[in-house]
């Protein structure tokens, strides 16, 4: 079984990183859709696996502040509204890709600025 890995991040722009992957894949993740699926346990609830950030409440001017390689298996991100607490497994990276292969009818963009952003369900 092939394993992804990122053979190039390119930080396009704080609102963009694209991922160069081992076999050829090319993933561009704005900021905001990789924030509103941060994996960390207070971003996702563990015992459920159920998301706690409501879609949408990640404000699209959501930017990444650093990206940084951990080990040989994910990427650490810090987010502009300062939650940094996410490991990004190369796997779940890729299983977000949100190209139109990956994801047939795309990503649906959030509002530029949103009331509470970050705003979790309850
Ligand atoms: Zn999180
Ligand atoms: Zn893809």
């Known amino acids: 079984m092939t394993q992804f890995m990122p053979k ?3 930080r396009v722009s704080p609102v963009q990183t694209d991922i160069y992957w081992n076999d050829g894949h090319v993933s561009s993740y704005p900021s905001w859709y ?3 699926m941060c994996p960390c346990a207070e971003c996702v609830d563990e015992s459920t696996g159920a998301r706690k950030i409501a879609p949408g409440s990640i404000p699209a001017s959501t930017e ?5 390689l951990v080990g ?5 991100f810090t987010w502009s509204d300062n939650h940094d607490t996410g490991l990004y497994t190369f796997d779940f990276l890729r299983s977000l890709c949100p190209c139109p292969q990956c ?3 795309g ?4 509002p530029a ?4 952003p970050g705003s979790f369900e309850v």
């Open 8 to 10: 190039r991040i390119k």
């Open 34 to 36: 990789l924030r509103e």
């Open 64 to 68: 990444r502040v650093d990206v940084e």
């Open 72 to 76: 040989n298996y994910a990427l650490h």
């Open 103 to 105: 994801l047939p009818g």
């Open 107 to 110: 990503l649906k963009e959030p």
């Open 113 to 116: 600025q949103v009331e509470n």
